[in-house]
């Protein structure tokens, strides 16, 4: 068990643990300290070392010190451990040193008492804590460390606008501002290239006012939320605006930040807020049968209001406004392995224009959230995609236990990542074989899928099943590694690390190959900069962007992996970070299982989720998964955003088009490795026949039963 041992009477220090693979916890020196500090100091002081490292307290402390230590302790809501008396310095060492036996120590809380030097010595450890006057907000800094530094530089750019501020987790600002105020803030935040512009989340409250929380504005009746959410490494701030919901309208950033075309047009299309200067406001997500007029992400939705209007179909290939040729891929096309629609307009064989549509594997799994469990959405979320099936999940179960104030045993987090890790294999695979064969390379399709059923084996092995492995439960994990198990997977990986050798230096030598690769669809950093790409799209282009590293979760914490990047930034590149990347995977999965922590699978998790809101990101296979998931106190979700990396993605297809030659677009699609079904938000099935949840639910009973 993690703990801090806590030691108050008006002076606050606090040490990190630093954990190294197959070594000792390496406790490192601090040297913060306050005198006096005023309660609502020390309550704030508690809350963030109980948020941030997850630990239970160890009273050991006079007892004249009891009362205000109690007092402190239960304002900050922190966890409880044992209570123990020491009276004298030699009580206190000798203390020390028994507790070390018992516990895991991940910081603490120390006073002087009446010597001039507290020294608290944990073993190997010796922490000599000195006195000196030093203010509160020098505190925060250093708990926090580049992670203060980011949230205050946010908070110094957007206070001129900021009606309201709240920080409702370490790693969060929340910034509410006016409508009118949107683009100036968003300017501010560009300008100093304060992070990207991770997603947008439209809210539809649908009740009365009431009281908000602390630190944002009361929302009025009849008002839509729209939610801009900025990341920088670990830090998330979020800009909070509201509409009208009777004429809901908020001035579109893609001005700004042209990344932000897709996320505005599904917000758009979603919950009805018309975004004034929006470039493409074209129909991204729903069909063009589809009614003015009806939003599925709205509270008032009602799938008897869909009445599917008729839609004239072109004739020909040419755009009826501008007169080009327009060469249509998709939906139904050997290029795509999914449904998706991409236009192309071209002068000759010269791509001219590109633009795109999506929505057609559409099951309206973000409106379903609403209207079951915490539990059963797991499962629900998990089929969003099938080749990233484990990642979903794991980003969802990560935010529901944060909202519990859950975290799960350090054994379930090494599963989950081990899990991820095999998911990734296999989806590089997957993609290796796919990008092969767009490039007509059969024999480097046909071995790299024969490979990856190794893979896949090992996953049934494992998990019972070759996708959707569900893996994951709130609070933990359901399945436990054997030795067995763990012997089947170091065989697979030898072999699968031999034979990825051989391919990195397949895609790096084949001059065949190299013509449809090298030099081809190159992203420069700063565009991938500009167009908000993530994953290994952003690390081809040289750009340092992963959340294993960046934001450690779960077990990476425990269990790192290194940035793989390139600087080209073209086809080629992306070929050798995916590839590259499958040796992180061997290493970190080897690592897993020769030091695979021991303990339970799973904690406790409540069936009633405190209300509140959370951002959970994990870098998927393809980049960046984005969850916002809000509460309102019961037993199903209020909220559950999901962004997928591909969607992300998209946008830099779309400007890297230009300019290529058409035989090219097969190779560009196949590079940002696209995941269509990743993108659903809507209900509407069988033409003109609308189902609500309850009856494909009944369906599908009905159809297993045969």
Same mark, same amino acid.
């Given at each position: 068990?993690?703990?801090?041992?806590?030691?108050?009477?008006?002076?606050?220090?606090?040490?990190?643990?630093?954990?190294?693979?197959?070594?000792?916890?390496?406790?490192?020196?601090?040297?913060?300290?306050?005198?006096?500090?005023?309660?609502?100091?020390?309550?704030?002081?508690?809350?963030?070392?109980?948020?941030?490292?997850?630990?239970?307290?160890?009273?050991?402390?006079?007892?004249?010190?009891?009362?205000?230590?109690?007092?402190?302790?239960?304002?900050?809501?922190?966890?409880?451990?044992?209570?123990?008396?020491?009276?004298?310095?030699?009580?206190?060492?000798?203390?020390?040193?028994?507790?070390?036996?018992?516990?895991?120590?991940?910081?603490?809380?120390?006073?002087?008492?009446?010597?001039?030097?507290?020294?608290?010595?944990?073993?190997?450890?010796?922490?000599?804590?000195?006195?000196?006057?030093?203010?509160?907000?020098?505190?925060?800094?250093?708990?926090?460390?580049?992670?203060?530094?980011?949230?205050?530089?946010?908070?110094?750019?957007?206070?001129?606008?900021?009606?309201?501020?709240?920080?409702?987790?370490?790693?969060?600002?929340?910034?509410?501002?006016?409508?009118?105020?949107?683009?100036?803030?968003?300017?501010?935040?560009?300008?100093?290239?304060?992070?990207?512009?991770?997603?947008?989340?439209?809210?539809?409250?649908?009740?009365?006012?009431?009281?908000?929380?602390?630190?944002?504005?009361?929302?009025?009746?009849?008002?839509?939320?729209?939610?801009?959410?900025?990341?920088?490494?670990?830090?998330?701030?979020?800009?909070?605006?509201?509409?009208?919901?009777?004429?809901?309208?908020?001035?579109?950033?893609?001005?700004?930040?042209?990344?932000?075309?897709?996320?505005?047009?599904?917000?758009?299309?979603?919950?009805?807020?018309?975004?004034?200067?929006?470039?493409?406001?074209?129909?991204?997500?729903?069909?063009?049968?589809?009614?003015?007029?009806?939003?599925?992400?709205?509270?008032?939705?009602?799938?008897?209001?869909?009445?599917?209007?008729?839609?004239?179909?072109?004739?020909?290939?040419?755009?009826?406004?501008?007169?080009?040729?327009?060469?249509?891929?998709?939906?139904?096309?050997?290029?795509?392995?999914?449904?998706?629609?991409?236009?192309?307009?071209?002068?000759?064989?010269?791509?001219?224009?590109?633009?795109?549509?999506?929505?057609?594997?559409?099951?309206?799994?973000?409106?379903?959230?609403?209207?079951?469990?915490?539990?059963?959405?797991?499962?629900?979320?998990?089929?969003?995609?099938?080749?990233?099936?484990?990642?979903?999940?794991? =980003?969802? !179960?990560? #935010?529901?236990?944060?909202?519990?104030? /859950? $975290?799960? +045993?350090?054994? @379930?987090?090494?599963?989950?990542?081990?899990?991820?890790?095999?998911?990734?294999?296999?989806?590089?695979?997957?993609?290796?074989?796919?990008?092969?064969?767009?490039?007509?390379?059969?024999?480097?399709?046909?071995?790299?899928?024969?490979?990856?059923?190794?893979?896949?084996?090992?996953?049934?092995?494992?998990?019972?099943?070759?996708?959707?492995?569900?893996?994951?439960?709130?609070?933990?994990?359901?399945?436990?590694?054997?030795?067995?198990?763990?012997?089947?997977?170091?065989?697979?990986?030898?072999?699968?690390?031999?034979?990825?050798?051989?391919?990195?230096?397949?895609?790096?030598?084949?001059?065949?190959?190299?013509?449809?690769?090298?030099?081809?669809?190159?992203?420069?950093?700063?565009?991938?900069?500009?167009?908000?790409?993530?994953?290994?799209? =952003?690390? !081809?282009? #040289?750009?340092?962007?992963?959340?294993? /590293? $960046?934001? +450690?979760?779960? @077990?990476?914490?425990?269990?790192?992996?290194?940035?793989?990047?390139?600087?080209?930034?073209?086809?080629?590149?992306?070929?050798?970070?995916?590839?590259?990347?499958?040796?992180?995977?061997?290493?970190?999965?080897?690592?897993?299982?020769?030091?695979?922590?021991?303990?339970?699978?799973?904690?406790?998790?409540?069936?009633?989720?405190?209300?509140?809101?959370?951002?959970?990101?994990?870098?998927?296979?393809?980049?960046?998964?984005?969850?916002?998931?809000?509460?309102?106190?019961?037993?199903?979700?209020?909220?559950?955003?999901?962004?997928?990396?591909?969607?992300?993605?998209?946008?830099?297809?779309?400007?890297?088009?230009?300019?290529?030659?058409?035989?090219?677009?097969?190779?560009?699609?196949?590079?940002?490795?696209?995941?269509?079904?990743?993108?659903?938000?809507?209900?509407?099935?069988?033409?003109?026949?609308?189902?609500?949840?309850?009856?494909?639910?009944?369906?599908?009973?009905?159809?297993?039963?045969?």
């Amino acid at each position: 068990m993690k703990a801090v041992l806590v030691f108050i009477d008006g002076i606050l220090a606090d040490w990190r643990q630093r954990q190294h693979l197959g070594g000792m916890p390496d406790f490192y020196k601090r040297e913060v300290v306050m005198k006096d500090m005023p309660v609502a100091g020390a309550v704030g002081c508690m809350q963030e070392l109980a948020q941030r490292y997850q630990l239970v307290y160890i009273g050991a402390r006079p007892e004249s010190a009891q009362a205000v230590t109690e007092e402190w302790l239960q304002a900050a809501h922190f966890p409880k451990g044992p209570v123990y008396t020491a009276r004298t310095h030699a009580d206190r060492l000798v203390l020390a040193r028994q507790l070390k036996d018992q516990f895991e120590f991940a910081g603490g809380i120390g006073t002087r008492w009446n010597d001039n030097q507290l020294h608290l010595e944990l073993g190997c450890l010796s922490i000599i804590l000195k006195e000196f006057e030093i203010e509160w907000d020098t505190v925060r800094r250093y708990l926090l460390g580049k992670e203060y530094t980011a949230l205050q530089t946010a908070l110094t750019l957007l206070t001129p606008w900021a009606k309201a501020t709240s920080q409702p987790e370490t790693n969060r600002l929340d910034v509410t501002i006016e409508a009118n105020d949107l683009i100036p803030a968003v300017k501010a935040i560009h300008a100093s290239h304060w992070g990207y512009l991770a997603a947008i989340t439209g809210l539809d409250p649908a009740t009365p006012a009431k009281p908000a929380p602390a630190g944002q504005t009361a929302v009025a009746e009849g008002t839509l939320q729209a939610l801009y959410h900025f990341c920088a490494g670990a830090i998330i701030v979020t800009l909070r605006t509201h509409t009208s919901r009777a004429d809901a309208r908020l001035t579109s950033i893609c001005g700004v930040i042209p990344a932000a075309s897709l996320f505005e047009r599904e917000l758009s299309e979603m919950f009805g807020i018309t975004l004034t200067g929006l470039p493409h406001p074209d129909r991204l997500l729903l069909p063009d049968e589809w009614p003015d007029g009806v939003y599925p992400l709205r509270k008032d939705f009602d799938p008897a209001q869909i009445q599917l209007k008729p839609v004239a179909v072109a004739s020909n290939g040419k755009n009826g406004k501008s007169g080009k040729f327009i060469v249509p891929i998709g939906p139904q096309h050997p290029a795509l392995k999914e449904p998706g629609h991409f236009e192309f307009e071209v002068d000759g064989e010269t791509v001219t224009g590109a633009s795109v549509r999506l929505g057609y594997v559409h099951r309206g799994i973000e409106r379903a959230t609403e209207e079951r469990n915490w539990t059963q959405n797991l499962y629900l979320l998990e089929r969003i995609c099938g080749i990233c099936s484990h990642h979903h999940a794991f =980003a969802y !179960a990560l #935010g529901v236990e944060k909202l519990a104030g /859950v $975290e799960a +045993p350090p054994r @379930a987090q090494a599963i989950r990542e081990l899990a991820a890790g095999l998911e990734r294999i296999h989806s590089h695979l997957l993609w290796l074989g796919v990008a092969a064969h767009e490039a007509g390379f059969e024999t480097l399709f046909m071995y790299s899928w024969r490979d990856r059923e190794t893979v896949m084996d090992i996953l049934e092995a494992f998990t019972g099943n070759r996708v959707n492995y569900s893996v994951n439960v709130l609070g933990g994990v359901k399945l436990d590694m054997t030795d067995e198990i763990a012997a089947s997977i170091r065989r697979g990986l030898d072999f699968l690390e031999e034979r990825t050798h051989h391919y990195l230096k397949v895609v790096t030598t084949d001059q065949a190959f190299l013509r449809r690769t090298r030099g081809v669809g190159t992203l420069t950093k700063e565009q991938a900069e500009e167009f908000g790409v993530v994953g290994p799209m =952003a690390r !081809a282009s #040289g750009l340092t962007r992963d959340i294993r /590293v $960046e934001s +450690p979760y779960g @077990a990476y914490k425990l269990f790192p992996i290194e940035f793989v990047m390139e600087t080209a930034g073209d086809l080629e590149a992306k070929f050798i970070v995916r590839l590259r990347e499958l040796f992180e995977s061997y290493k970190a999965i080897r690592n897993i299982l020769d030091h695979l922590p021991v303990g339970d699978l799973t904690a406790r998790m409540p069936r009633k989720i405190p209300a509140g809101e959370t951002v959970s990101r994990v870098e998927a296979p393809r980049g960046e998964l984005f969850y916002y998931i809000q509460s309102s106190g019961g037993e199903m979700p209020a909220r559950v955003k999901v962004r997928t990396p591909s969607l992300c993605n998209f946008s830099s297809v779309l400007q890297v088009a230009v300019g290529h030659q058409l035989a090219d677009m097969p190779m560009l699609l196949a590079g940002i490795d696209p995941c269509f079904s990743c993108n659903d938000r809507m209900v509407v099935i069988n033409g003109d026949e609308t189902w609500t949840w309850e009856q494909l639910r009944r369906y599908g009973i009905e159809y297993y039963k045969k």
